[in-house]
C-alpha cells in the first residue's frame, strides 16, 4: 500500500511566521504534489515536482515556495504566513509515468490556522 | 472561471437507492476525467476514471458516464451504502500526464440507512 505521510494533522501559527508543512512517501514515487483545500473551493494545486530539486508552479503559488532535495520528502514553506492561508493543505503523489494513468494518492492533510 | 464545474453542493439518498453525481466541465480538449472521494479527516482516494474514447466505465458499484458533446460527466453509485457518505470531486487532466489535475469544488453525499 502506497503511504504518504504528513508531519502535523494540525497545526496553529501566528501571522507572520514561517511554517514548514512535510510530506513524505514511501513508494519510490517521481512525482509530488501540494494542494490546498477551502470550503467551495475543492482542491488547488499549489506546487508539484517531477523529481528531486525539480519543481513546477500550480495554479496558485504566490506566497509559498516548496523544496525536494530527498526523492521521498517534499516541503511547502509559508515564508510568512498570513490568516488567508489558513486551510488543509493536502499532499501527494505519484509514480510519475508521464501519462494519464498516473494515479496521486493523498496523505491525511494538514489543517494549519494562521492566528 | 472554473474549468470543471460541480453544481449541487450536497446531496441526499436513502441506503439502496442509486446516487447520482454529476460534473460539467468547459474545455472540449479535456480527455481525462477522474473521481476522488474524501472522508473527512483523510485525504481524498481516487475512485474511478474514463478516458474520452469511453462512454461508460463501471468499476462495481461505481459507474462514470462521459458525454463529451454535453461536456458532462456524472458518477453513479448503486446501490448507496451508508459508507457512501463522503464529498466526491470530479477532476480533469488537461495534460493527460497524471500532473496538473483540475478538480471541481465537490459535492457532498449523504447516505441515511
Known amino acids: 500500500d502506497v503511504k504518504v505521510t504528513q508531519s502535523s494533522r494540525y497545526l496553529v501559527k501566528r501571522t507572520g511566521e514561517k511554517v514548514f508543512l512535510e510530506c513524505v512517501q514511501d513508494?519510490?514515487?517521481?512525482?509530488m504534489f501540494w494542494y490546498r483545500q477551502d470550503p467551495g473551493l475543492g482542491l488547488r494545486l499549489i506546487y508539484f515536482s517531477y523529481d528531486v530539486k525539480m519543481k513546477e508552479k500550480g495554479d496558485i503559488p504566490e506566497g509559498y515556495s516548496v523544496s525536494r532535495e530527498k526523492k521521498e520528502r517534499f516541503s511547502l514553506i509559508l515564508e510568512s504566513a498570513s490568516t488567508n492561508q489558513t486551510s488543509m493543505y493536502l499532499c501527494?503523489?505519484?509514480?510519475?509515468?508521464?501519462?494519464?494513468?498516473?494515479?496521486?494518492?493523498f496523505g491525511p492533510g494538514t489543517r494549519l490556522t494562521v492566528l | 472561471d472554473q474549468q470543471v464545474k460541480q453544481n449541487s453542493p450536497s446531496l441526499s439518498v436513502q441506503e439502496g437507492r442509486i446516487s447520482i453525481l454529476n460534473c460539467d466541465y468547459t474545455n472540449s480538449m479535456f480527455d481525462y476525467f477522474l473521481w476522488y472521494k474524501k472522508y473527512p479527516a483523510e485525504g481524498p482516494t481516487f475512485l474511478i476514471s474514463?478516458?474520452?474514447?469511453?462512454d461508460k466505465n463501471e468499476d462495481g458499484r461505481f459507474t462514470v458516464f462521459l458525454n463529451k458533446s454535453a461536456k458532462h460527466l456524472s458518477l453513479h453509485i448503486v446501490p448507496s451504502q451508508p459508507g457512501d457518505s463522503a464529498v466526491y470531486f470530479c477532476a480533469a487532466d488537461p495534460n493527460q500526464a497524471g500532473t496538473a489535475l483540475i478538480f471541481g469544488k465537490g459535492t457532498t453525499l449523504s447516505v441515511s440507512s
Open positions: 501527494a503523489s505519484s509514480i510519475g509515468t508521464g501519462d494519464y494513468t498516473d494515479t496521486q494518492y
Open positions: 513508494m519510490d514515487h517521481e512525482n
Open positions: 474514463i478516458s474520452s474514447i469511453k
